[in-house]
């Protein structure tokens, strides 16, 4: 594979590009963390790409407390919009092709409809407005680049609502749940593939792409299947989005539509439960 600098490869999509980069014998990646890759730094970045000299640039760096940032303005708009627009610069300068991680929060999500890519984005929080800038500041000075939106991120790997909830089972035994907010859970070993894949196919389609697993659930449905499948016996109860209130607002339905990242690049997705499965596997094993 052509050279590739992964960025925020601390995080978890950076830990399952590494894991699938190992199972794969994908080599000639440099995994930079946030010490050494700080978005935040124009001239520590302009010398890791004249060191390393990479073809393909995947940004896995985001501020992504999602409530936290409704008081951090300024930090989750530094790290997402001003860190987005450095690496796009560092590209640009480099000739390198930028892979970057956005998402399903860039859309109000008030429709019940599969959300396009050309669909008109409308974030209602701090996060969602930032991670849109972040793309309008790639897309305005880097042509050669990927968005890749996706949605309800989760794996082995860092705090996510798989992990959480399986904590909170082995806790409790009574949750309640959310049952009014409609997406996509991703596992993040999948869309750690289609990345590769993408940089595989060495297409100059350039543009924005959604990517999430297959099918439509609840984050109630979600902690369903997660108790099921990991046979922890809890009583779990659906809730209004109104009886958990948060500081930031969320999308009700975020279901994404991938017709346009499967039919460019020749992708098969997984179902969303079937991801789930092979996660928790990981998990236990």
Not at 51 to 78: Q, W
Not at 181 to 189: C, E, L
Request: hydrophobic share 40%.
């Amino acid at each position: 594979m052509v050279k590739t600098l992964v960025i925020g490869a601390a995080g978890q999509l950076g830990q399952c590009l590494k894991t699938v980069a190992e199972r794969r014998g994908i080599d000639n990646i440099i995994f930079a963390d946030e010490k050494q890759g700080n978005i935040l730094d124009p001239a520590l970045l302009e010398n890791l790409f004249g060191t390393e000299k990479p073809a393909f640039v995947i940004n896995c760096a985001a501020y992504t407390a999602v409530d936290k940032a409704e008081d951090e303005v300024e930090l989750c708009k530094a790290i997402n919009e001003t860190g987005a627009l450095n690496l796009a610069n560092a590209c640009a300068n480099h000739g390198a092709t930028l892979i970057h991680v956005s998402t399903d929060f860039v859309f109000e999500g008030k429709d019940v409809k599969l959300l396009e890519e050309a669909d008109i984005a409308s974030p209602i929080s701090v996060y969602g407005q930032t991670k849109l800038d972040g793309e309008l500041a790639v897309a305005n000075v880097l042509n050669e680049h990927f968005i890749i939106r996706t949605s309800w991120l989760y794996s082995e790997y860092a705090n996510n609502f798989v992990k959480t909830m399986l904590k909170l089972g082995a806790e409790r035994d009574e949750l309640g749940v959310i049952a009014d907010q409609v997406g996509t859970p991703t596992y993040a070993i999948d869309l750690a593939n289609a990345i590769f894949d993408i940089i595989a196919s060495k297409s100059e389609a350039y543009g924005t792409y959604h990517y999430s697993n297959e099918g439509v659930t609840s984050w109630y449905d979600f902690a369903k299947a997660i108790f099921e499948i990991s046979n922890t016996s809890v009583k779990l109860n659906p809730i209004p989005g109104s009886a958990y209130p948060t500081k930031a607002r969320r999308p009700a339905f975020s279901v994404m539509d991938k017709s346009k990242i499967k039919t460019t690049f020749n992708l098969t997705i997984p179902y969303w439960r079937a991801s789930l499965v092979n996660c928790i596997n990981a998990i236990n094993n």
